[in-house]
């Protein structure tokens, strides 16, 4: 079943008196309990189109679809990721996943039992008054996945939500994202994760789509069939021809341009 | 060019408004005392940034000239600098006419060099690591490194220095033409319109006269921005590897110039930076280094009181400045110092709520902002001590009672020094709030009231802290001079109203009497250094994980 649907999206930059185009003509669906990986070089305008679709940004032509009803503004069912974590730094971890449901209005017992819960689940047990200047990278996007869970969402965006992290933090970061993601019990259905790592997105996604750069179009799509969980494949064949089969897109997007 | 027709007219009309004949012969002299003012700020200029340049730098690169200055400069420019003005000036009046203008000058200088000092350190110092190194990579060092290196890096901001420092004289302008030396009035020989001013005002008592000066000059500073600070401005920030500087800054407004601020005001690269650059600043000082400027400060108290008398001060002479008025006061001295601390307090808490209020409204909503920035770019032009007599004038025909007038004059001018430091830092530190935090911002629904108490007041308070510093270390400037009003005839003492500030007004000016000039000095430093210490540094530490790494 289709959640969301990318339709035609188109964006443009201006640049003193210059028009630049950054997204020409961009459409693709997300299905339920779908990782979709968005690679491409840098600057072909992926972050945009993360942005466009969380509702942050608006397009100049074409819309965003969520179950059928036009996305014009941010909604808690579509929650993100920040590649720098967006935490601020004068709340404690609680008080930095209580704040999105204050806003909403949810009760104070409520939040900050939802807050506890999903501090659980990203293992961080015992930081509950820790400020973002004491955690580490790895547990200040821990906690940024916490917040965005707490909110129950059925889209997670996750913009580079790994690149600032070092390789190892960023593998036992991806098991858990994934963990999450496949518990049936907790948010979200599906996940577009936006990434310039070939590999990460082959190891993450049941579907890769290439973009080429400026402007940014969508060149190809590579559907992944590797078994999950798929740390027992990487070392095999079937892992490096997808990747490779994303790496050709990748350089046949570049040629066009 | 239309801007110089209008000053001519402008010039023309002051000069041939209808005044008492001695007043309009003073104002004949208008065009060669407008060119006499504006060549002193220049003079005074080209000396500040020659010095604040090479001993920027040197204070940037070498260790020993770092612990040595730095603390030093700090501490000068931290005790109101209108305090120490009567010394000097004691000394250079036994060199005639000359040294009249000189002490102008010097006074002048001590309001303008600090900026570009500070800009110039905390310039050197950012230049980034990697340029560093691959400049040595290169065997670029000694004047080559200077020049191809150092020089071209600070330039942004020597530039922007410089600005301020510009508008930091007109500021101080009034003060220093208008010299009162035991007593008496000593007017510079050429001149001056601070001079005019005053004499308008003070002796005149003509309103009309000293409003049509007051507009003229601030003409005359907001056209020099406009004409020649922006396009150098934008000269000096192209093919430096550091073009952000002043970007906020001249976001601020169209004329886009900070004014009388100090030091790192110049908006130096970026707002966080800055920031660190003072808190830095502020926390680095090892306990030598402040043994080392407090050696040096003492040092320099004995050589004024030298040069004053002529010899060592003995412990007599000490008394007989203790003895002499106005040292009866000294005994209300506590009450003194809480009246001014009040003063200061009112003004401050206006300052801080008016600053937050509209700086936040400036920096988020863009219609809004069409209407703020053009007032604050006239406003910043304002040479504001030169609008205490006319203020003072006027109040006082409202109200008939020369005290209630002197004191509501005394807390406005407070208010109209400090809140340009409140409203810039809060404007630039709302604007320098990362893209991923406003993003999520939204994405999370923050809006109105939960969006500023929530996001934006904890993220500027750093800044807030800052401005706060800069706004007392003005306010005391203002303060000296607030609390007294010179007498418009000979025969009658000045006016002023109680406090830690008049009462070194007249230790200075009314009675020259130095060593009670110096001990009254010492005190205002002590409550400067305390509070420093005490509150600012406290709050910025705490503050200090607010940061956001980018």
């Known amino acids: 079943m289709t959640i969301l649907v990318v339709e035609n999206v188109k964006k443009t930059f201006t640049n003193g008196k210059s028009e630049i185009l950054a997204l020409d003509n961009v459409s693709f669906s997300i299905g339920d309990n779908e990782v979709v990986c968005l690679v491409g070089p840098s600057g072909c305008g992926k972050s945009t189109l993360l942005r466009i679709i969380s509702g942050l940004e608006k397009a100049y032509s074409g819309r965003i679809l969520f179950h059928d009803q036009p996305v014009t503004h941010p909604i808690p069912q579509i929650s993100m990721v920040f590649q720098l974590f967006g935490l601020l730094p004068w709340k404690t971890a609680l008080e930095n996943i209580e704040l999105p449901m204050e806003v909403l209005g949810v009760k104070k017992e409520d939040r900050a039992r939802t ?92 579907r890769v789509l290439v973009m080429s750069s400026r402007p940014g179009k969508l060149v190809g799509e590579v559907k992944i069939d590797i078994p999950r969980p798929r740390q027992e494949h990487v070392r095999e064949p079937i892992y490096f021809e997808h990747v490779d089969k994303v790496i050709e897109m990748l350089e046949k997007g570049k040629k066009q341009t | 060019m239309g801007g110089l027709a209008v000053l001519c007219v402008m010039g023309w009309s002051i000069m041939t408004m209808s005044l008492n004949p001695e007043a309009a012969a003073e104002a004949a002299n208008l065009p060669f005392y407008t060119f006499s003012t504006i060549s002193r700020i220049v003079i005074t200029l080209v000396i500040s940034v020659v010095w604040g340049v090479f001993f920027g730098i040197l204070a940037a690169t070498n260790k020993v000239a770092s612990m040595v200055l730095t603390p030093f400069i700090d501490l000068l420019q931290s005790i109101p600098i209108l305090g120490y003005f009567p010394m000097v000036i004691g000394f250079l009046f036994l060199l005639g006419p000359w040294g009249i203008e000189l002490s102008v000058i010097i006074l002048l200088f001590t309001s303008m060099a600090w900026a570009i000092f500070f800009g110039v350190l905390g310039a050197v110092k950012s230049i980034p690591t990697n340029v ?135 908006g130096s690269i970026h707002w966080p930076k800055t920031f660190s650059i003072i808190s830095q600043s502020l926390r680095k000082y090892s306990r030598i280094e402040k043994v080392t400027a407090a050696i040096l400060a003492f040092v320099a108290v004995f050589i004024a009181l030298y040069l004053q008398s002529e010899h060592l001060p003995t412990l007599a002479m000490i008394q007989q400045g203790f003895s002499s008025p106005p040292a009866d006061e000294l005994s209300r001295l506590p009450s003194l110092i809480f009246l001014t601390m009040s003063r200061l307090t009112i003004a401050y808490i206006i300052s801080l709520v008016v600053a937050i209020g509209l700086g936040v409204l400036a920096a988020e909503h863009k219609r809004l902002s069409a209407i703020i920035y053009p007032i604050y770019d006239i406003g910043q032009g304002v040479p504001i001590l030169a609008l205490f007599p006319v203020m003072f004038l006027g109040l006082n025909k409202v109200f008939g009672t020369p005290e209630i007038a002197l004191e509501l004059t005394c807390i406005t001018m407070l208010v109209l020094d400090m809140i340009w430091y409140m409203f810039l830092n809060v404007v630039s530190a709302t604007k320098n709030i990362p893209t991923e935090i406003k993003e999520m911002a939204e994405l999370f629904g923050f809006k109105g009231f939960k969006r500023v108490t929530h996001i934006v007041i904890p993220f500027i308070l750093p800044s807030i802290v800052t401005g706060s510093i800069l706004s007392w270390g003005t306010g005391w400037n203002t303060i000296i001079f607030a609390e007294y009003m010179p007498s418009t005839d000979p025969s009658i003492p000045p006016l002023s109203i109680p406090g830690i500030g008049s009462l070194l007004d007249k230790a200075g000016y009314q009675y020259g009497n130095t060593v009670l000039l110096v001990f009254i000095l010492g005190i205002i430093a002590t409550i400067v250094l305390f509070m420093e210490g005490f509150i600012w540094r406290r709050l910025l530490r705490k503050f200090e994980k607010y940061h956001i790494e980018i």
């Open chain 2, 132 to 266: 560093v190194e691959s400049a040595q990579s290169f065997g670029l060092s000694g004047w080559r490194y200077i020049r191809h290196i150092v020089l071209p890096a600070i330039a942004p901001t020597v530039v922007a220095g410089a600005n301020l420092a510009w508008c930091d004289g007109w500021f101080f302008m009034i003060a220093a033409e208008y010299i009162q030396y035991q007593g008496k009035v000593v007017p510079p020989p050429s001149g001056g319109l601070g001079y005019l001013l005053a004499r308008a005002s003070y002796f005149y008592g003509d309103m009309p006269f000293a409003i049509m000066l007051l507009v003229f000059i601030t003409f005359i500073v907001v056209y020099f921005n406009i004409l020649t600070w922006h396009k150098l401005m934008e000269r000096a920030s192209t093919g430096t590897f550091k073009p952000i500087i002043r970007m906020d800054l001249s976001g601020v407004g169209k004329i886009g110039v900070a004014r009388p601020v100090h030091w790192f005001h110049f």
């Open chain 1, 115 to 206: 807050a506890q819960e999903y501090l659980r689940r990203v293992q961080l047990e015992g930081f509950e008054n820790t400020y973002p200047h004491d955690l580490s990278g790895g547990m200040k996007q821990r906690v940024g996945l916490a917040r965005a869970l707490a909110l129950h969402p059925e889209i997670l965006l996750m913009d580079e939500p790994f690149s600032s992290l070092d390789e190892l933090t960023a593998k036992t970061l991806r098991e858990l994202f994934l963990y999450i993601w496949r518990d049936p019990s907790a948010p979200p259905n599906s996940m577009i994760m936006v990434s310039h790592n070939v590999e990460e997105a082959v190891y993450m996604a049941d």
